[in-house]
């Protein structure tokens, strides 16, 4: 497990998994970060597990139309479907308003 450790002016300790796996503890200097992640062994490896789980499901694909797409993000301007594989804007909201947009046009 790769922990990231950063140090900052806070009050409290947070503890953070990002969407690649890697642990990210923002802490005030001085505080013990080993403590810190044996305390929380327990809930940081039933995240981690529950994200591979995520990971295998979304390797199957996206389900969309009764069918099961490769997600890519790219330099598109809306979603499109190129054979078994969507893609989506690569911002976040234009992605999510995007895939709207197709599955209304779909739907009507």
Do not use: Q
């Not at 940081?44 to 597990?49: A, D, E, H, I, S």
């Amino acid at each position: 497990m790769k922990v990231e450790v950063r140090r900052r002016p806070v009050r409290y300790a947070r503890l953070e998994i990002k969407p690649d796996g890697r642990v990210v503890v923002t802490a005030p200097e001085g505080f013990d970060v080993e403590a810190f992640l044996r305390k929380h062994k327990r809930w940081l490896r039933n995240r981690l597990t529950e994200l591979e789980e995520v990971r295998r499901e979304s390797n199957r694909g996206f389900p969309l139309f009764g069918e099961f797409y490769r997600m890519e993000y790219g330099n598109v301007v809306r979603a499109e479907i190129k054979g078994k594989t969507l893609i989506l804007p690569a911002n976040r909201e234009k992605a999510r308003e995007s895939l709207k947009k197709l599955l209304r046009e779909r739907l009507t």
